[in-house]
């Protein structure tokens, strides 16, 4: 069945360096959505990206998606303590929405 | 409503109850869906609703787990017999349609917790 893949599963990084999270997917999506949980919260929507080899970016988060539409990043730069929490992607293909296992971000002082 | 709310926050329930939990989503929502997301996992999902369609049930772990929507209104996810392992926290969004270019709108989540 569809799978969609997340890595790695914990990151810890010294504030102000930077930071990945990768989603990978077994057959090719039709979109992909990046959410975003703080500790205690509930996912909240950050983006989508629909083109093939798309890039936003959201001051310091970019977004990507792979030229065939299987894979997608999130690039954090010069991470602060507020960016903790937990990157989910959620992939789409027809009818099906699955989300990856998330990304948890820990900021050390 | 401004957000997709959930009650009640918190069930704590013994072994071998029922429980019900209920979704309120944003008004004109007509898909509204219920994940899991076990201590530190992520999202699995469960069950969406579109309008009037026939429910996805796909997700749904065993036959003691069922929901229900009225319309395009409230939800409420049952559980019977609950046991230990359905411990988790149960979160419920809505999107203006079922669509791969909707976000989804999470509310807050009842964490149930079986002893």
């Known amino acids: 069945g569809q799978q969609v893949m997340q890595i790695p599963q914990y990151q810890h990084v010294q504030e102000g360096e930077d930071f990945t999270t990768y989603c990978n997917s077994s057959t090719t999506l039709s979109n992909i959505q990046w959410y975003k949980q703080r500790p205690g919260g509930h996912p909240v929507f950050l983006i989508q990206l629909v083109k093939s080899g798309e890039v936003k970016k959201q001051k310091r988060l970019t977004f990507q998606f792979g030229e065939a539409k299987k894979n997608s990043s999130l690039h954090i730069t010069a991470t602060q303590t507020t960016d903790v929490g937990t990157y989910f992607c959620?992939?789409?293909?027809?009818?099906?929405?699955?989300f990856g296992k998330g990304t948890r971000l820990h900021i050390l002082p | 409503g401004a957000g997709v709310s959930q009650s009640p926050s918190n069930k704590v329930t013994e072994k071998g109850k029922d429980v019900e939990l209920r979704c309120d989503p944003i008004?004109?929502?007509?898909?509204l869906y219920w994940y899991r997301q076990r201590l530190g996992q992520g999202l699995e999902f469960l069950i969406y609703f579109q309008g009037n369609s026939a429910p996805d049930k796909s997700g749904l772990p065993s036959d003691r787990f069922s929901a229900e929507r009225t319309g395009e209104s409230v939800s409420t996810l049952t559980i019977q017999r609950t046991q230990q392992e359905d411990s988790a926290v149960y979160l419920c969004?809505?999107?203006?349609?079922?669509?791969?270019?909707?976000?989804?709108?999470f509310g807050p989540g009842t964490r149930l917790t079986v002893l």
């Open positions: 959620a992939g789409h293909r027809y009818d099906k929405i699955i």
């Open positions: 969004a809505s999107s203006l349609i079922h669509s791969s270019y909707n976000e989804q709108f």
């Open positions: 008004s004109g929502h007509t898909a």
